[in-house]
């Protein structure tokens, strides 16, 4: 391009008719014909993506697109680093704003990534589509870093690919077609055949499944990344985590090469069908329109409010002093809180000189939340209001093997009959929304159960998305743990203004942790994993260096275990069961030697791995709750992880450890997960909270 532009220069043309002929800007033609008389051969070399290019993958532009801030001055950025006008990128963007191009087209632009198939004749992307909701934001939520993965990925698999024989039969992507129309029954799947091998056949496929090929100018690999940033930008279920397993798989298969195909699909995504069921149908009723009712003006707002929840009760001067706000912005906010309904007034306090004070407090009945618990034995839910005090109660046992469908309709039946229950105790107006609390590992971005412990019917299962097809509400996904901390934070009031750790004793331990006056809660949200912790400091290894899962971390298996060791049972009880560990704390408490033994075994395992937390984050609290924190074996617990706390650590002669029981009963973590909400509503934050004030709708990347 170069080269021809000098030559037609040097033959008189003028730039606008080199620029018809050579198919660019007459800034281009300029821009190297200056070069060309000023420095010759040499000025027409070294320099980046001169001119337009011949042909222009839209995929590139769209991806770049994504992962950029979505604005003007960007899209001229992208323009001049791929070589393009702002023109052909405003063009692209809006092609694609109606949806990826392919033959026949996609019906939209809400597209879901859901699996890929890749053997020696064909790479099949397979998608699902959905009506377009609309209202996307502006950035890709996957980042450069997971699309560079999955480039390296893709540039293995070409390679093994190339090497592989073709099968010529296509029965692995028709068997590979239907197993993801019976996983994904609810979207219309359409797969995107992004290479075919010359010669190769038509690939088959369901009926179920449209076949739609992509344009010739863009390149597979580049389709791929694009589709991969669009479904993270509509769809935050569309996580890292999900992207990431999918460069795994595909470096996996390049690595080891076994001659199969490639196959890799997603977990269920949520059907997003509407469902006849009564009490969901009296939970959509009970909760629509009730999300955000309370929105709070600013940060300062916040602040108030959490001077006041931390007091109980506080005038407007003590308001002033603790906060460092001036009495006029207390006074301001102050009436703003009274009229909405969220402060009330106590009876005033005479005074020596001056007006009488009148002290206010939180309004305990201007917001309620509901909280669930997911636990492998039980569910429970509860519905409180602002002081944290229980408004309604239920929960139901659960068969861990059910199917996951089954297990969800009995969480959305327990969360309609709670609230229910609760119907004339909550206001219209000041129900916030729903807090859940599972077990861990979790992948909050998603809101994606991934591992949990004796559910195994639960992996990779998208709860949140699942839920919000029945609630009408907002909802927070947490870990039990970190809910719990929560709720302790938010009930325990000025006892719990302080960092501390909270171990929660559920069918496992784990630990939720309150620092610098926030949830901590790690870079994927999984903070506090508590049971590899204590398998270090115990020294306790598999044989092949990973920690042990300990049986003391599942109290009502360890415990039936170490008394079983020290010759005490627990009676008719099944071993390793809630009844036979409370049968064995109770034997404990009644002072029979080998099952208080028993109990102080496993105190002193937990306690080993307190004290890693204490020297690793140097806390001077230690809260205990959860179902198996027992009366029966509390005394026991709290005196033995004490003593451990405060005569172990390496900085023991600089602070006291208290080492205290929760305030929360045995449904801390459901209490703690209603308790989420008010955190994430009232709670100040310079960032602010996405609860409390969402951000406006973006448009969408055209």
């Known amino acids: 391009m170069r080269a021809r532009i000098a030559l037609l220069a040097g033959e008189g043309l003028r730039d606008s008719v080199i620029a018809r002929r050579l198919g660019v800007s007459r800034q281009t033609v300029g821009t190297w014909r200056h070069r060309w008389a000023d420095q010759g051969l040499e000025g027409l070399r070294g320099q980046a993506r001169p001119g337009r290019p011949a042909t222009v993958d839209d995929a590139e532009v769209i991806t770049r697109t994504l992962l950029g801030a979505g604005s003007r001055a960007a899209s001229r950025a992208i323009a001049r680093e791929l070589g393009l006008s702002h023109a052909t990128v405003a063009g692209i963007r809006r092609r694609w704003a109606a949806g990826p191009p392919a033959e026949p087209p996609l019906p939209g632009p809400d597209v879901w990534v859901l699996g890929l198939h890749a053997d020696a004749e064909h790479t099949v992307l397979l998608t699902g589509t959905r009506p377009d909701p609309g209202g996307a934001p502006p950035e890709s939520s996957v980042g450069a870093d997971v699309l560079t993965e999955l480039d390296r990925a893709c540039d293995a698999l070409t390679v093994v690919r190339d090497q592989q024989p073709a099968s010529g039969d296509g029965g692995a992507l028709a068997a590979f077609l239907a197993k993801a129309h019976r996983r994904h029954p609810h979207v219309a799947l359409h797969a995107l055949t992004l290479w075919t091998a010359p010669g190769a056949d038509a690939p088959p496929g369901p009926a179920e499944v449209t076949f739609h090929r992509i344009p010739a100018a863009t390149h597979w690999r580049s389709y791929l990344r694009a589709l991969v940033a669009l479904d993270s930008t509509r769809h935050p279920e569309s996580s890292r985590r999900v992207y990431l397993d999918l460069a795994g798989a595909i470096g996996r298969y390049a690595q080891e090469s076994p001659g199969e195909p490639l196959q890799w699909l997603r977990e269920s995504i949520a059907s997003h069908a509407p469902s006849g069921e009564e009490p969901e149908a009296a939970l959509r009723r009970e909760t629509a329109g009730g999300a955000n009712h309370i929105d709070l003006g600013s940060f300062n707002e916040c602040v108030v409010i959490e001077a006041v929840r931390l007091a109980g009760t506080i005038t407007r001067g003590e308001i002033a002093h603790r906060t460092g706000l001036t009495q006029q912005s207390v006074s301001r906010i102050s009436r703003s809180l009274l009229a909405r309904g969220i402060l009330v007034e106590d009876a005033q ?36 209001d602002l002081d944290g005090a229980p408004v309604a109660v239920r929960s139901q046992p659960v068969r861990p093997t059910a199917d996951p469908e089954v297990l969800v309709k009995q969480v959305v039946q327990l969360g309609g009959e709670v609230l229910a229950d609760a119907r004339g105790s909550v206001r219209e107006d000041g129900f916030l929304g729903i807090g859940v609390a599972v077990p861990g590992p979790v992948d909050i971005a998603s809101g994606t159960v991934l ?38 934070r938010w009930i325990g009031r000025d006892r719990r203004s302080r960092d501390f750790v909270y171990l929660y004793l ?19 949200a999984n903070a506090g994993e508590f049971g590899q912790l204590c398998a270090v400091a115990l020294g306790r290894t598999e044989p092949d260096g990973r920690p042990e899962i300990l049986p003391e971390c599942n109290p009502p298996v360890g415990l039936s275990q170490l008394a079983a060791r020290h010759g005490c049972g627990a009676g008719s009880e099944r071993p390793g069961s809630a009844a036979a ?48 924190f027992t009366d029966a ?55 602010g909270s996405a609860l409390r004030r969402p951000a406006p709708e973006s448009g969408r990347f055209s």
């Open 581 to 628: 560990y409370r049968a064995i704390t109770e034997a404990a408490e009644a002072g029979d030697p080998a099952a208080g033994a028993a109990v102080r075994d496993l105190a002193r395992a937990i306690g080993q791995g307190t004290v890693g937390l204490v020297d690793l984050l140097d806390i001077d609290l230690v809260v205990l709750g959860g179902p198996f």
């Open 451 to 488: 591992d949990p412990p004796l559910m195994s019917v639960w992996t990779d299962l998208p709860l949140l998305y699942l839920l919000k097809d029945h609630f009408q509400c907002p909802l927070i996904m947490e870990k039990d743990a970190a809910a719990a901390a929560a709720g302790e």
């Open 506 to 524: 559920g069918t496992g331990v784990g630990s939720g942790l309150y620092l610098n006056g926030d949830l901590y809660r790690g870079i994927s």
């Open 349 to 384: 306090l005479r005074a020596t000189s001056g007006k009488p004070r009148t002290p206010v407090r939180l309004r305990g009945d201007a917001a309620h939340a509901v909280g669930i618990h997911i636990d492998p034995e039980v569910f429970t839910a509860v519905v409180i």
């Open 633 to 687: 074996a509390a005394p026991l617990y709290l005196a033995q992880i004490e003593e451990m706390v405060n005569a172990f650590p390496t900085a023991r002669r600089l602070r006291h450890v208290d080492v205290e029981a929760s305030v929360l009963g045995p449904e801390a973590a459901a209490v703690g997960a209603a308790s989420t909400i008010f955190h994430a509503a009232f709670t100040p934050r310079l960032g």
